[in-house]
Structure formats: C-alpha cells, structure tokens
C-alpha cells in the first residue's frame, strides 16, 4: 500500500474519531475534533499531491479518495444538525450531502478517464470546509461567545446563513458540473 492510500485511509479513520470528539460536550474535545476535521482536509490535498508526483495513482485510490473525503464532510454535517442552538436548517446539509454523493458517483463511472473536479467544485470544497471549521468553533468557544454577549448572531444566525449559502453554492456547482459533462454522462447510460 503506497503513502497516497495510507492517507486516505487514514482519512477514513478520522471519521468515527471526529464523530466521538464532537459530541462530547466540552471545549477540549470539541478542539481535538476540529483538529482532527483540519488534519482530514490537509490529508486529502497531500494523498492527491503525493500520488500525481509520484505516479502512483491508482483505481483503489480513485473510488477510496472521495469517499474519505464525503464521509468525514458528511459526519460533520450530520453532527452538526444536533447541535439545536446552531439553527441549522436540515435541509441545507440534506442538498450538500445528496449532490456531493451524486457527483461522486458520476466521476466514478470511468476509472481509465476520470472527470476531474472543476474550479466550482474546488471553490464548493473550501467553501464546505471553512464553513465547518467556523461552524466547530463557534461550538468550541461558544460559552465565551454568550458572555460577550454576541451569540444572537454568532451562534443563531451565522451557522444558519452561512450553510444556506453553502448549501446553494454547492447545489450550483452540482448542476454546473453535471451540465458540463452531459456528453460523457449521457454516454455512460447508453
């Protein structure tokens, strides 16, 4: 197993370990989640350097890479929606996760040419990863947050519109994305 796969399985591993760090109610664990949330996003740029420039790319990696990453996104999407406070609307992580998954699939279709990810979906990544890291944050510090006074916004407001815009941006590039390769998709199906 070459450097590349052990990061993304790794990546796979971070899961269950975010989940478990998250929803234990305290800052410390809340910190380590969100380090081990940041650790998966530097891990999944480094197993996908690693693997062009060293040529070791291989089809394990290509079906394994993305599911790592939608998986640990997914988890803390999820989580993310039991935190009442944050008044996430469900339906924001419902669009997210259906249209990654989806997309996922469709670049899967052709291992000998895989569709590469565009400037939209590149923006929709690290627009989903900064949204959740201030998201894990804001539930990090949020008992400082309160006592500055400041939580109507912080916590109420911010999380809800900023997975709303998310939500839309990551739609748009689904549809973006699946316009762009109607040809090679309407293929696949023939």
Not at 29 to 39: D, G, P
């Amino acid at each position: 197993m070459n450097i590349a796969l052990k990061l993304t399985f790794l990546r796979i591993i971070f899961v269950p370990l975010f989940l478990i760090f998250i929803l234990i109610n305290s800052w410390i664990t809340r910190l380590i989640a969100l380090f081990i949330f940041i650790l998966g996003g530097i891990t999944d740029t480094a197993d996908g350097i690693i693997a062009r420039r060293k040529n070791i790319v291989t089809k394990i990696g290509i079906s394994f890479d993305p599911l790592a990453d939608k998986l640990l996104i997914t988890t803390a999407l999820i989580s993310l929606l039991g935190f009442k406070e944050l008044n996430i609307p469900s339906w924001t992580v419902t669009v997210i996760v259906i249209r990654d998954y989806i997309i996922s699939w469709v670049r899967s279709l052709n291992y000998d040419q895989p569709i590469p990810a565009d400037k939209t979906a590149k923006i929709k990544t690290i627009l989903q990863n900064v949204v959740i890291i201030c998201i894990i944050l804001i539930l990090t510090f949020e008992n400082q947050i309160r006592s500055f006074g400041i939580d109507k916004y912080v916590i109420k407001i911010f999380p809800c519109w900023s997975m709303i815009v998310t939500a839309v941006f990551t739609l748009i590039s689904g549809i973006v994305y699946i316009v762009k390769y109607r040809t090679f998709i309407y293929g696949q199906f023939k």
